[in-house]
């Protein structure tokens, strides 16, 4: 991702060195039967002024505007030919779900792109992960890191589990496959994050996280994460 790096010049080399995102774990089932998915996330800081929730800072609607440039015509089109997007759509079709149909992240985004002529800004934090995708071809999303509890595997749900940890979480049908930490589900894999774990505008750490799966190299993910590290919390 195109942002400005943390200022400091050798500091921002050595924050980049010392960035290391975890692998988080699998249920036994999920892993026996799709070996190759995984999840990847890294807490991060936020150092940008504004609500995360508000409008974005110039320079990233400029970084949308380039990207909204470079996905026009052929390129948009011809984006699930890639290596990284046909994983994901193989992926897809290998849980059940149609691609044509339920589109994989990047198809999505770019689909959006063509109907209204460009990537529309949705809000810094939202901006920000579109980016990213964008960059990598690899979805990230964010959670509140102050609402999480350990770290993040991937399982599937069991009966009577909620979506989320509040009150009026959405109940979850069992079996439906989710991104969890230790005190339950906090996002459907490839779909919502649990309202009670979204980041607020005012949120100051953020725990991101990308999913994996069979043919995309950890690297991309890590560049992902890296991109949306810099860009939050670039002051």
Not at 59 to 73: H, I, P
Not at 126 to 151: C, K, N, Q, R
Not at 187 to 194: C, I, M
Request: proline share 7%.
């Amino acid at each position: 991702m195109s942002a400005p790096e943390p200022r400091g010049g050798a500091a921002s080399s050595d924050l980049r060195e010392a960035f290391a995102p975890s692998r988080g774990w699998c249920s036994h089932d999920v892993e026996e039967e799709l070996p190759g998915l995984a999840v990847v996330s890294a807490e991060i800081p936020v150092g940008r002024s504004g609500s995360l929730t508000g409008t974005s800072p110039r320079d990233v609607k400029e970084r949308l505007r380039e990207l909204s440039n470079r996905y026009r015509g052929a390129a948009a089109v011809n984006v699930r030919r890639d290596a990284i997007p046909v994983a994901y759509r193989v992926f897809f079709r290998q849980i059940g779900l149609d691609p044509e149909v339920v589109r994989t992240p990047i198809e999505a985004a770019v689909l959006d792109r063509m109907l209204h002529g460009g990537f529309l800004s949705g809000g810094l934090l939202e901006d920000v992960l579109l980016i990213a995708l964008l960059d990598t071809a690899v979805p990230v999303w964010a959670l509140d890191a102050a609402s999480v509890e350990g770290p993040l595997g991937i399982r599937a749900s069991v009966e009577g589990e909620s979506l989320g940890r509040a009150a009026e979480a959405q109940p979850l049908p069992a079996g439906r496959l989710v991104v969890a930490d230790a005190g339950g589900a906090v996002a459907t894999l490839f779909g919502d994050v649990a309202a009670a774990h979204a980041p607020a505008g005012n949120a100051e750490r953020l725990l991101v996280f990308a999913l994996l799966v069979p043919g995309v190299p950890e690297l991309y993910a890590e560049e992902a994460l890296w991109g949306v590290r810099t860009a939050l919390a670039w002051r």
